[in-house]
């Protein structure tokens, strides 16, 4: 059991390094909308949604124990970023007349790219978690409760979490209102 007690530490502590590159990375999307006037596409804007959908299901693990479902919402999430940050990179890789790449380039790669990478990383980094950790049986019956500076961290992630989610709910409505959604403007404030 104390073995599996280290794996469950590294286990928790994995999820909540995933929940907290997550948040990192859409609290830069949402600077560079609010903080550079880069309205995000509705690709761009599925692919924040597949984001949350990773560090949601990373961050289910600290409701009470670890459970593989909640890596699987990861997993999951993980593969529609993939597919969906492909698709918009696919439409623009050769660009056309109103269909370039949105935003600033970030070191040379726009939104989408990045998106690519992001996706390819959590799916690599949950593969590891799962080649390295993933046939301990015990970890389901190790509570985050025996981890309280985890538990507590993850606690004020989960919060920022939630804002993030929520302030970006927002701006999607006030972008697009409860209709088509564009990059000409913020809909409700026209």
């Not at 918009?88 to 989408?112: F, K, N, S, V």
């Amino acid at each position: 059991m104390i073995a599996s007690r280290s794996f469950a530490g590294l286990n928790y502590a994995f999820s909540l390094a995933m929940a907290v590159v997550i948040a990192a990375i859409l609290t830069t999307a949402l600077v560079m909308q609010f903080g550079y006037g880069e309205l995000p596409c509705p690709l761009c804007l599925l692919q924040r949604v597949a984001m949350f959908g990773i560090a949601f299901g990373a961050m289910q693990n600290f409701r009470g124990r670890f459970s593989y479902q909640n890596d699987g919402i990861s997993l999951l999430f993980a593969v529609f970023l993939l597919i969906v940050a492909s698709r918009q990179t696919l439409l623009d890789i050769y660009p056309r007349p109103g269909h370039e790449y949105i935003g600033t380039a970030i070191l040379g790669l726009h939104m989408p790219v990045w998106s690519i990478l992001i996706a390819a990383a959590a799916l690599l980094a949950y593969a590891v978690k799962l080649v390295a950790i993933g046939g301990d049986s015990d970890l389901p019956f190790v509570p985050v409760a025996e981890f309280p500076a985890i538990k507590t961290t993850a606690g004020v992630v989960g919060a920022y979490l939630i804002a993030l989610c929520a302030v970006n709910l927002v701006s999607v409505i006030v972008q697009c209102g409860f209709g088509e959604c564009h990059t000409m403007g913020y809909k409700l404030l026209q």
